[in-house]
């Protein structure tokens, strides 16, 4: 790999970026989700979190151009030059423009949009071109199949050399969403595990761990068995961070970092959106768990040791808050990591212990085995 | 030119031609030549460039446009230079 002189990287690790024109030979959610993949394979080994914004200045403004569109690197028309981006900086650091001369695909019937995207973020985020030919960042055009992508090794090397590797967060583990062939199932039943998101979905539960999710009855022991996320959930691939259904309505929200995602049942409803139409200030990157509380009809979220409280009618975050959670609910200690609403009852899961909360006595009435909840 | 092809005069000169935009795209530093500076042809410039292209690739290095050489000039490719800019 190879890093521009004087390795300019971006000095934060939450950036901004926004589509500012699109193609016309994809439409715009094509765009959007080809965008959104390609900056995930770099987000899943390096500390940097990706967030979209629609309007404005971000720090990587992404455009499709034609012909000499006033950087001084003029496209070429139909093959050639195909895309370029530029190293980290102020202004027009990190921009990235795409040759609207070419056919862009989702596929292979033109030039791959993720593929070429996923190389110019590579320049934007501070890599120059490897010598390496199985490198993302070779300089000529390669195919890569989006769903399923592994960042190579040379990559790797490069973009940790700037970055340093994604750390492990406390009590909420991430991997690089490079997910393995056959990803292990994480052992819950050893007592120090927890789960990362908990929710009802229609007539069952889900239980989710790094790679895998468990689908329960919601009152059934009985057939509990456990999925690759990306079976069901391709573009979550991974360590949900928390997740809720609004019954009524037949949605469910799944969030990951400052994204989430809306389904009908398994069915994901569009691209990924930001957390920051709940109304989070910016600061907040990241959900640890979610509950939706039917009488009430509000969500709680619980960010670290606090939670806000979000009025699903109103659809707007409620005032003052955010709240300390040991300090509103009695009971429950540590941070929350996965909470799930049934029968009057909020089930918080902290790490290896869920403490059974009782709405009406606003009290914790038991603490179960969080593995329990699986048959351990 | 001849020293530079073993192709016909026809194709040779299209050839150079798409080389010496593609060697000033890709291999030409910050503060290099402007486009559509007169090089002549087979100039150490050139022959330099085409070595380094060469080797970035992992190609022969022999400072000639033979065939695996342009065959990479002629590969789609992303627009950000090979060399320090």
């Known amino acids: 790999y190879r890093l521009f002189p004087g390795e300019p990287k971006w000095k934060k690790n939450t950036l901004t970026y926004r589509i500012a024109k699109y193609t016309p030979s994809m439409t715009s959610a094509d765009v959007d989700k080809a965008i959104e993949m390609a900056l995930q394979a770099w987000s899943s080994a390096v500390p940097l979190n990706f967030v979209k914004i629609n309007s404005g200045v971000a720090d990587i403004m992404i455009s499709f151009e034609t012909g000499d569109h006033g950087d001084s690197y003029p496209f070429d028309g139909p093959r050639g030059t195909l895309a370029h981006a530029f190293a980290p900086g102020e202004g027009l650091g990190g921009d990235t423009h795409f040759d609207n001369a070419e056919k862009w695909t989702m596929g292979t019937n033109g030039f791959n949009l993720f593929t070429v995207a996923a190389h110019e973020f590579g320049h934007a985020l501070g890599l120059a071109h490897s010598a390496d030919p199985s490198a993302l960042m070779y300089p000529t055009y390669k195919y890569r199949h989006p769903y399923g992508f592994h960042l190579p090794k040379d990559d790797v090397k490069g973009i940790q050399a700037l970055y340093g590797p994604r750390k492990m967060f406390p009590g909420k583990p991430t991997v690089p969403n490079v997910p393995p062939h056959n990803p292990t199932i994480p052992d819950l039943c050893d007592s120090s595990s927890s789960f990362d998101a908990v929710t009802t979905l229609g007539k069952e539960l889900l239980l989710f761990k790094d790679r895998i999710f468990w689908r329960r009855q919601v009152h059934l022991m009985a057939g509990i068995r456990p999925s690759t996320i990306t079976s069901s959930f391709p573009q979550l691939m991974s360590n949900v961070d928390a997740a809720y259904e609004v019954a009524e309505r037949g949605t469910a929200y799944f969030f990951k970092g400052p994204h989430y995602w809306i389904t009908r049942g398994f069915q994901m409803q569009g691209p990924p959106r930001t957390i920051y139409d709940f109304g989070f200030p910016r600061y907040v990157q990241r959900i640890d768990a979610a509950v939706y509380l039917k009488d009430a009809q509000k969500t709680l979220f619980f960010v670290g040791d606090e939670y806000y409280s979000y009025d699903e009618r109103k659809m707007k975050m409620e005032k003052d808050y955010p709240k300390n959670t040991e300090e509103e609910f009695s009971g429950v200690n540590g941070q929350i990591d996965a909470a799930v609403e049934l029968n009057g009852y909020i089930y918080f899961f902290s790490g290896p212990k869920t403490y059974k909360y009782d709405i009406e006595k606003e009290d914790v009435v038991s603490v179960l085995k969080s593995g329990s909840w699986i048959g351990c | ?85």
């Open chain 2, 1 to 85: 030119a001849p020293s530079l092809f073993a192709a016909t005069p026809r194709t040779s000169k299209n050839n150079y031609r798409l080389a010496q935009v593609y060697l000033h795209k890709y291999y030409t530093r910050k503060g290099g030549h402007q486009v559509g500076e007169m090089v002549a042809r087979g100039s150490n410039s050139i022959v330099k460039k085409i070595k380094e292209l060469q080797a970035f690739f992992g190609l022969q290095v022999t400072g000639k446009l033979d065939r695996s050489t342009m065959d990479m000039i002629k590969k789609p490719r992303c627009g950000v230079p090979d060399v320090a800019n």
